[in-house]
């Protein structure tokens, strides 16, 4: 036994040794800046450990010095108010009763600054203290002077009677020829129904006339049915003397008679929309 201890005693000896050396060769490789970084790092964090350490206390010393001078203060204005609110009561204010006491209190607050602005003023030379009376006095007067011509253009302003900048109308959201050429329709060589009265050279009746409709649809109906408009003008429109359609009253009665009977064929075919004008384009008697 006492063989392996001497063994591990010189085991640990040499390992020793090893880390000393190694220990005195990193010392000596490291530059000396670093070294001396490492001390201010070592006494800096010694110094704020110490601070902390000492804050709260100081800290705790100046509040308790704020709290005991604020008390004072407090104490010393307390019993200053104490002694002018009897001084009030007792002097010449006592015949106020009990007003004496706020007038007192008013007299205490405002006596310090009435002294401090006679001080103030007192410093002022008499030529500066007109000087300042009279910019004080001028700019009174023109804020004043500003004040009223401005109220009074407003006013007038505000009644001023003036033509609107626009004028209000109905829009009108279509024309009266919107899409017209699709919504007109030429009928041409129809026959109307006439009546002969004895021998004349005047038998047959052959008009053109164009419609207009309110819509495309109706137009295009009546194109493809054609047959409608013949058989209505040979079972409604009467038969008639050729010549009578010839004058400007016999034109007017057959446009509004061909009107009336389209519009009632629209209505019996249950189609929206209405024949607004019929015109006549020829009218051909023989």
């Not at 007067?141 to 209000?168: C, F, H, L, M, W």
């Not at 016999?250 to 509004?256: A, D, N, P, R, T």
């Amino acid at each position: 036994m006492k063989r392996w201890e001497k063994i591990e005693s010189k085991i640990n000896q040499k390992i020793e040794s090893s880390l000393s050396s190694c220990s005195k060769v990193i010392k000596g490789a490291t530059p000396e800046k670093i070294v001396e970084l490492k001390q201010q790092a070592g006494q800096k964090i010694i110094v704020s450990k110490n601070k902390l350490v000492e804050a709260p206390a100081s800290l705790s010393q100046k509040i308790n010095h704020l709290k005991s001078t604020t008390i004072d203060q407090v104490q010393s204005l307390r019993e200053d108010l104490n002694k002018n609110l009897q001084k009030g009561k007792e002097g010449k204010w006592s015949k106020f009763g009990i007003a004496a006491s706020l007038i007192a209190a008013f007299e205490w607050a405002l006596i310090p600054v009435y002294k401090k602005l006679t001080l103030y003023f007192s410093t002022i030379s008499p030529g500066a203290l007109a000087s300042g009376i009279v910019l004080v006095t001028v700019s009174t007067i023109t804020g004043i002077g500003v004040y009223n011509n401005s109220t009074k253009i407003a006013q007038e302003a505000g009644i001023v009677d003036r033509e609107p900048a626009s004028i209000e109308r109905p829009l009108e959201l279509r024309p009266k020829y919107y899409k017209r050429s699709e919504r007109e329709l030429l009928v041409a060589n129809v026959i109307v129904p006439s009546y002969i009265e004895g021998k004349s050279s005047l038998r047959k009746l052959q008009i053109d006339f164009t419609i207009i409709s309110s819509n495309r649809y109706i137009r295009e109906y009546l194109f493809d049915n054609t047959y409608l408009l013949e058989d209505m003008l040979n079972s409604k429109v009467e038969p008639i003397i050729p010549g009578f359609p010839l004058s400007d009253e016999g034109k007017l009665i057959l446009k509004e008679k061909i009107k009336a009977e389209l519009n009632q064929l629209l209505l019996k075919m249950k189609i929206k929309g209405s024949v607004e004008q019929i015109y006549i384009s020829s009218i051909l008697a023989a």
